[in-house]
């Protein structure tokens, strides 16, 4: 007999769909409309939603749609009105509010109520996301307000997914409202006609701007808003963002160096409500690493699927567990729990996208790929898997809950290991403090400049004057110089001189004044490759009988042999055989025995969250355990205590030991791994400067290690000029195989600039050969052009993304004024083992990293109960 709680569970489910559907999501930030009857011209769709309505267009355009803010029982926000009141001026600028506000009508309504004015056909507004699967949401948003203008004005999009016959009609004319992203608007100026096409553009719209802005990404965007200014001088440009800390160089870069940026804010505040999900005893609960599964019972008690939950983890490989987890802790949920990451196929993200609008699926294991766009309005909670990492990240996250303007935003944490309740403690106080990173983009990178050159090339030529100058007025180019950009030129029109008797690398040539590309597979090949500057080495997923599973990198599957099992995309998959850059794989009838891993997965310490937890732990220091989070922690906080200090604000705690592997030194500067990797390598490279000696390096969030098996003065050493700042940039090249990274780095920038591409579909090239392609390139820079501006890129962005040098800078100018607290210890404290940790488990045994945890750990504890 079946049971009856599945039926009482969906009754419940059933009774919330229809409260929702019911429930009016007020104030400027609308409920996404149900997905429109298939239609082949967007027009059509909107004049039957007017006539089903029955609304007759009265009044101008804007009082029209601020009559369709009314129908739907919606005030204005006074951020709103003061958009629209800017854009009716001209202006450009950036609107800085919550999530959930409705920042998408403040930017978009003034512009469509001026081309319903107007009455042109053409392309008049362009929005862009840095999401291509948010763009059908979009489009919906868009289309609804239409039904009350009597004005024929098309809404399309125009991304990767979209289909070849919709493209073609598109080349030959734009509809009036547009969505698109970065990569697809690159490939549209691209084309011969693109002057003509964007030339009647009215306002371009970047939605997610704080997501663009601090990559390679918004600066292909920034150019080509430079490229879109050109071909319509009158152009207002506004920004959307609601995690940002520079606000004015957020908005200068949008709005490029011409124009004085407007901004637009709003006092309309989020509550973000902050939840710990405290382990029953810190006694038993690890002291580093792991993915948090001695918390999967707990969480799974804790979940509910009468409430929409979104399950959030910082890694793929973490979700992939964690759903596999929840799945074989609740199996009764199999069909209302759904798993989501980048990588999955893209029909299958958006069939649990499209449930967990509808109510169909109830609580979802996702990464990043759901942080951003996407309005699930029945999502009520949302669950972090670990540290966030960042106080913008968990702000972000958190906004995916009770997504309506003025709602709380719910969001728990879960501790993975004992020290990250340090971190979620710092993380609430920081949210409450609004102490959201700063994005800072990226300093004039010549190879997307390249990348860009190429494109404008092909879409429609231009002269070296007119494009310097165009270039120039996007805020990431204003420094660039005639020599720089001569340089680059030369790149694209010949390879420079080290590769100027190389055909293959005269991509553009000049004709009549103009540059132009005059080769028909130069122009395809940079076509199919422009969306390359964040690509990784991906190959494509697929069963062997048929049928597309998602992406999965390279240097993962070349790891695999015939007959390993795997979990991805909550499917236990057995590995068959690599052909034409596609993975084969079969259900597998024995267990999986691992999950694959991406690359770039560990996330660092953000500056914020860094600056938070060192406050945090100050307050403990001083006997502040008010939170929750620090009072499960204190046996931990108590035993660092007690055997060495709390690590106080104004000072750096140094910790010197002797065990058998050797002599100790820990250093705790609560910066993040990136700039600790840097910081161990320099202070290591100095000290052997002071006596000969060999260094063993580990690093984490919260300190470094200097491991030597041989005596040494730690204490000489420890003196404010170890921590100089003076010749930075020269010792972290000395200490540092930054030629070997610099190497690895400029394989991108080759890609990224066009020196070496992937190929045409069906002959792409593996990522060996890429790499291959890319180090003979690098060798002969290297060899016959050292001083090439590459080469000094790929170097600059080495020591920028390994070792964050900005960051590492204002570490030691920091360090340099604090002093520092020497402890001398028996072995290493609680903020000291997880370094032992990192350390043991890049040594070869064959003893598994948890045996050997634990047995140090047991030993610990057993000293630690003797010496009390």
């Known amino acids: 007999m079946p049971s009856t709680r599945p039926r009482s569970l969906r009754a419940q489910i059933a009774a919330r769909r229809k409260a929702l559907r019911s429930n009016n999501e007020g104030g400027g930030a609308p409920a996404q409309p149900g997905p429109p009857a298939k239609k082949r011209r967007p027009v059509r769709r909107r004049r039957r939603a007017a006539e089903a309505t029955g609304t007759k267009a009265t009044g101008t355009p804007m009082e029209r749609l601020r009559g369709w803010f009314a129908s739907k029982g919606w005030t204005p926000y006074p951020f709103q009105e003061e958009a629209w009141a800017a854009y009716a001026r001209g202006d450009s600028g950036l609107i800085h509010v919550p999530t959930g506000a409705g920042k998408t009508y403040a930017a978009y309504i003034g512009p469509l109520a001026d081309v319903a004015e107007r009455g042109q056909k053409g392309l008049q507004v362009l929005y862009v996301t840095p999401l291509r699967a948010v763009s059908r949401d979009v489009e919906k948003a868009l289309l609804e307000p239409l039904s009350v203008l009597d004005t024929d004005i098309d809404v399309e999009s125009r991304t990767g997914d979209t289909t070849s016959s919709v493209r073609q009609r598109q080349r030959e004319r734009l509809p009036e409202v547009l969505i698109t992203t970065p990569e697809s608007l690159s490939v549209l100026l691209s084309q011969e006609r693109a002057a003509e096409l964007f030339a009647s553009l009215r306002s371009v719209i970047v939605d997610e701007w704080h997501e663009l802005l601090g990559s390679k990404r918004g600066t292909q965007m920034e150019l080509a808003l430079a490229r879109l200014r050109r071909f319509a001088p009158e152009v207002r440009t506004w920004a959307l963002s609601a995690t940002l800390a520079n606000l004015d160089e957020a908005a200068r870069h949008v709005v490029g160096t011409g124009r004085t940026p407007t901004l637009v804010s709003s006092e309309l505040e989020r509550p973000v409500e902050v939840e710990t999900l405290l382990p029953d005893s810190v006694d038993s609960f690890p002291w580093s690493g792991h993915l948090g599964f001695t918390m999967l019972a707990r969480v799974a008690a804790w979940l509910a699927p009468e409430k929409s939950t979104l399950v959030f983890t910082n890694t793929r490989s973490q979700a992939e567990r964690w759903f596999e987890g929840l799945r074989f802790a609740r199996p009764e949920w199999e069909h209302l729990i759904a798993l989501h990451h980048g990588s999955i196929d893209r029909e299958e993200r958006e069939r649990v996208e499209q449930g967990l609008k509808d109510g169909a699926l109830r609580i979802v294991v996702c990464t990043s790929s759901l942080d951003l766009g996407v309005d699930f309005g029945p999502v009520e909670r949302v669950v972090q898997v670990g540290s966030p990492k960042g106080i913008g990240r968990t702000m972000q996250r958190a906004g995916r809950s009770a997504h309506r303007p003025g709602a709380t935003c719910h969001i728990l944490f879960v501790p993975t290991h004992a020290l990250e309740l340090v971190e979620m403690a710092a993380a609430k106080d920081a949210i409450l403090r609004r102490e959201v990173e700063p994005r800072t983009p990226p300093g004039k990178p010549l190879d997307v400049l390249a990348q860009h050159l190429v494109t404008c090339a092909m879409g429609g ?408």
């Open 461 to 868: 030529g231009f002269t070296r004057e007119a494009m310097r100058d165009e270039v120039r007025t996007a805020a990431a180019y204003a420094g660039l110089t005639d020599e720089e950009f001569d340089w680059t030129l030369a790149l694209v029109r010949e390879g420079g001189p080290t590769l100027r008797a190389y055909p293959e690398f005269r991509r553009v040539v000049e004709h009549e004044g103009r540059f132009v590309v005059a080769d028909a597979r130069i122009a395809r090949l940079h076509r199919l490759n422009i969306g390359t500057i964040t690509s990784n080495a991906v190959v494509q997923l697929r069963y062997w009988s048929g049928g597309r599973i998602g992406q999965i990198e390279e240097s993962y599957v070349s790891r695999l042999r015939p007959g390993d099992t795997f979990i991805f995309a909550g499917k236990r998959l057995e590995f068959s055989r690599f052909k034409d850059m596609t993975a084969y794989v079969k259900p597998a009838k024995a267990k999986a025995t691992q999950t694959p891993r991406w690359n770039g997965s560990r996330l660092p310490l953000s500056s914020s969250l860094a600056a938070a937890v060192r406050r945090t732990l100050d307050a403990a220091r001083h006997g502040d355990v008010s939170m929750d989070e620090l009072a499960a922690a204190w046996p931990v906080l108590e035993a660092q205590e007690r055997l060495s200090r709390i690590p106080a604000a104004g000072s750096l705690l140094a910790e010197v030991c002797q065990t058998r592997d050797g002599h100790h030194l820990f250093l705790y500067p609560f910066e993040g791994r990136l700039v600790h990797e840097g910081l161990a390598a320099l202070l290591a490279l100095r000290l052997t400067r002071l006596q000969k000696a060999t260094f063993s390096l580990s690093v984490n969030d919260y300190g470094l290690e200097l491991l030597t098996p041989a005596p040494f003065p730690f204490e000489e050493a420890l003196r404010p000029a170890l921590f100089t700042r003076e010749r930075l940039v020269e010792d972290v090249l000395e200490s540092v195989n930054v030629s070997e990274l610099a190497k690895r780095q400029f394989r991108d920038i080759a890609r990224v600039a066009g020196l070496v591409l992937p190929g045409l579909p069906g002959a792409r090239k593996s990522t060996r050969q890429v790499q291959a392609s890319s180090s003979l390139l690098y060798d002969v820079f290297l060899k016959y052009d050292p001083d090439n501006l590459l080469l000094v890129q790929a170097r600059r962005e080495v020591l920028e993304q390994q070792f964050e040098q900005g960051r590492l800078g204002r570490t030691l100018e920091r360090l340099e004024q604090s002093p520092v607290e020497l402890v001398h210890v028996r072995r290493p404290t609680p903020l000291g083992f997880p370094l032992v940790v990192e350390r043991i488990s890049a040594s070869v045994s064959n003893e598994s990293l948890l045996e050997r945890v634990e047995r140090l750990k047991e030993r610990w504890t057993r000293e630690d109960a003797r010496s009390a």
